[in-house]
């Protein structure tokens, strides 16, 4: 497995670096690397942020780089942890070790024709839905196959006191003792949409340590389901059969994004309710405008209970993987993601530093009230504070 050191090593250095004297060969490339082509300023930047590191961090970042793609779920998870922190340093760190995890799997798309490794799946639906359930069963299938499955549960939090429910793993119990699978709930805290941006870094780390599925789980529930079909090469809506107005019950634009609609717990006296509802849903796609010329989306039923149709819905699924990869499509989605997640994250990031200005903490109380009160209006505060904020600059 490519190390680090490899990432690191230049064209003339011996293989032999590669061996034993990987640690202090990393420690070293991270503190004095010149980056090829210095007119590149990701590389010069990323070479500004390596040689800021403390010999401490160096050395930690080498550990957690090497355990994750060596496959060990230890420094995955200790990763993961890492780009979740909202402590400004170790979020420095993250950028750093993320840089060498892209990198790194830049090089193995390279070896693979350009293609991704790796297939995100988007999974949601509404509570009561199975996706648990349906999530377990789907993810033994897929170990039992050979294949190594991630599966990132945005799990909700409270807007007001940050906490969240954290109970994925206790319901995926067979899955979360899998050796070829990794099961990580990625709290909310209040995000709008309901996915954190580190769910896109946490999906990236996944696959750099070798997992070639990866499934995102979010509660569907608010805009949850939009943010999360915003980073996944598939997005498939999990729905259980039901009475009454089933077409109602979901948004249309939800399903407009729908890759695949997947009726849930098709068996004993559900089953005639399911085919009901996946005669529904087939009717209602036809009426929405196609997004892909090389796909239609269909609807399926499964039972988690007996596994029936589990099976047929993986083969389908890599039928819209191929025809996506034969197309173009997906690299395509792929490139659109990843200049959009570098502006979510500089909306992010322009949002916090306004927040944490002295300028707008000082006049943001007082214009509150204001507002509060109905004495001035919201956008007129916006510009004030905006004003306050440039100005002092």
């Not at 009475?243 to 098709?266: F, H, N, S, W, Y």
């Not at 209970?305 to 025809?323: H, I, N, P, S």
């Not at 792929?334 to 306004?354: D, K, S, V, Y």
Request: aromatic share 4%; hydrophobic share 40%.
């Amino acid at each position: 497995m490519m190390g680090l050191a490899c990432l690191l090593r230049p064209s003339g250095a011996p293989p032999s670096l590669r061996t034993a004297s990987s640690r202090s060969w990393t420690a070293n490339r991270l503190r004095t690397a010149r980056p090829r082509g210095s007119c590149c300023p990701e590389a010069a930047f990323h070479h500004r942020r390596a040689e800021e590191l403390t010999e401490h961090e160096r050395r930690v970042l080498a550990r957690l780089y090497r355990g994750l793609v060596g496959g060990r779920r230890a420094c995955l998870a200790e990763s993961i942890t890492l780009v979740e922190t909202q402590h400004p340093r170790k979020k420095e760190l993250a950028q750093v070790l993320l840089q060498q995890v892209l990198s790194y799997g830049k090089q193995r798309e390279e070896l693979n024709g350009g293609k991704p490794l790796a297939f995100r799946i988007g999974l949601s639906g509404p509570p009561g839905a199975g996706k648990s359930s349906f999530i377990e069963v789907f993810g033994k299938m897929l170990t039992g196959s050979g294949h190594k499955v991630s599966v990132l549960a945005v799990d909700p939090s409270s807007c007001t006191t940050g906490g969240s429910l954290m109970g994925d793993k206790t319901r995926m119990t067979e899955l979360s003792r899998d050796m070829n699978a990794f099961i990580r709930p990625s709290p909310t805290s209040g995000t709008l949409g309901g996915v954190t941006r580190t769910t896109n870094e946490a999906i990236v780390l996944c696959e750099g340590a070798g997992y070639d599925t990866v499934l995102v789980e979010t509660v569907g529930v608010g805009q949850s389901e939009f943010a999360v079909a915003d980073m996944v090469d598939m997005f498939v809506l999990l729905i259980p059969p039901a009475g009454g107005d089933e077409l109602q019950g979901i948004k249309r634009g939800i399903i407009e994004r729908a890759d695949m609609v997947v009726v849930t717990k098709a068996d004993g006296e559900l089953l005639v309710p399911a085919r009901r509802m996946q005669t529904e849903y087939t009717s209602a796609l036809k009426l929405l405008r196609r997004r892909s010329k090389t796909w239609n989306p269909k609807v399926m039923r499964v039972s988690s209970r007996t596994g029936e149709g589990v099976a047929e819905l993986w083969a389908a699924m890599q039928v819209f993987r191929d025809a996506a990869l034969r197309s173009g499509d997906l690299q395509a989605k792929r490139r659109a993601q990843r200049t959009a997640w570098m502006w979510n994250a500089i909306r992010e990031m322009a949002l916090h530093h306004f927040q944490e200005h002295p300028a707008v903490g000082e006049a943001l109380p007082g214009l509150e009230c204001r507002v509060a009160a109905g004495d001035l209006s919201p956008g007129l505060a916006a510009d004030l504070l905006l004003k306050a904020f440039c100005a002092a600059k």
